[in-house]
C-alpha cells in the first residue's frame, strides 16, 4: 500500500543552524502539507503546497519556514535559523484531491530537537 | 473559524470494556468534513475515518463506530470491546469549504489507556 515517507526520523540541530526535513509523498497524490507537533500537544497545521505554489499557510509559517518541491518526489520543508520553540514532530502529508475533503495521509513524522 | 473540542484528556479502561470518545465541533460551513486518527506510542498519524457534512448514518467498522449527530455538532468514536493495542492517543478533525479543504484543524485529542 503507497505511504508517505520522511527522512530523517529525528533530527538534532543546534539553535540558529538551517534544518531541512524530507518528504516523499504518496507518487500521485497533488496536494502537500506539513504539519507540526509539539510534544503532548495538538497537531498543528503550517502550510499546504499544490502546483508549485503555497495555498495556504498559518501564522505559524512565518519568514523562517519554505517548502519546496526540488524533483517529481520529495517535498522538503526548510527552516532557516532554527530556534529552541521549533523542536517538535513535524509531519508530512499528502492527498489527491483536497477539493473534495480528500483524506489526508500522514508520514511517520520527524523528531526535530533544537538545543 | 473553525474548532474542534475533545473534553477528555486521558481515559483508562479495562481491557474488553466499551468505550467512548467525545468530540464537538464549531464550524459555519455547511459542507465539511471529520476525520478520526490514531496516534499509537509509535507516533505516527494513522487514519480511521473520514465522513462529510451531508451524510449522518452511523458508521460501523469491526470494534469500531461512529455516531455523527450534526444537531449536537458531534462525532463520537465508539470502542467496543477495547484491547490493550487500543491504547493510543486519539485526535478528531476538521476541514471546511471555507479553507478550501486547505487544511485540518485538529482538537487537542483523548489518550486512551487500555490495561489487561
Known amino acids: 500500500e503507497p505511504e508517505v515517507t520522511q527522512t530523517p526520523s529525528h533530527q538534532v540541530t543546534q539553535m540558529g543552524q538551517e534544518v531541512i526535513l524530507r518528504c516523499v509523498p504518496i507518487s500521485n497524490h497533488l496536494y502537500f502539507y506539513w504539519y507540526r507537533q509539539i510534544l503532548g500537544q495538538k497537531v498543528e497545521f503550517l502550510v499546504s503546497f499544490y502546483n508549485n505554489e503555497i495555498s495556504e499557510k498559518s501564522e505559524i509559517f512565518d519568514d523562517q519556514f519554505s517548502v519546496e518541491r526540488p524533483d517529481g518526489s520529495n517535498f522538503t520543508l526548510k527552516i532557516r535559523s532554527t530556534k529552541l520553540e521549533d523542536s517538535a514532530m513535524y509531519f508530512c502529508a499528502s492527498t489527491g484531491l483536497a477539493g473534495v475533503g480528500d483524506t489526508q495521509y500522514f508520514g511517520p513524522g520527524t523528531r526535530l530537537t533544537v538545543l | 473559524a473553525q474548532k474542534v473540542t475533545q473534553a477528555q484528556t486521558e481515559i483508562s479502561v479495562v481491557e474488553k470494556e466499551d468505550v467512548t470518545l467525545d468530540c464537538v465541533y464549531e464550524?459555519?460551513?455547511?459542507?465539511?468534513?471529520l476525520f478520526w486518527y490514531k496516534q499509537p506510542p509509535s507516533g505516527e498519524l494513522v487514519f480511521l475515518i473520514r465522513?462529510?457534512?451531508?451524510?449522518?448514518q452511523n458508521e460501523i467498522s469491526g470494534r469500531y463506530s461512529w455516531n455523527f449527530q450534526k444537531s449536537t455538532s458531534s462525532f463520537n468514536f465508539t470502542i467496543t470491546a477495547s484491547q490493550v493495542v487500543d491504547s493510543a492517543v486519539y485526535f478528531c478533525a476538521l476541514s471546511t469549504m471555507n479553507t478550501g479543504f486547505q487544511k485540518l484543524v485538529f482538537g487537542t485529542g483523548t489518550r486512551l489507556l487500555v490495561s489487561p
Open positions: 465522513r462529510n457534512s451531508f451524510d449522518e
Open positions: 464550524t459555519r460551513d455547511t459542507t465539511y468534513y
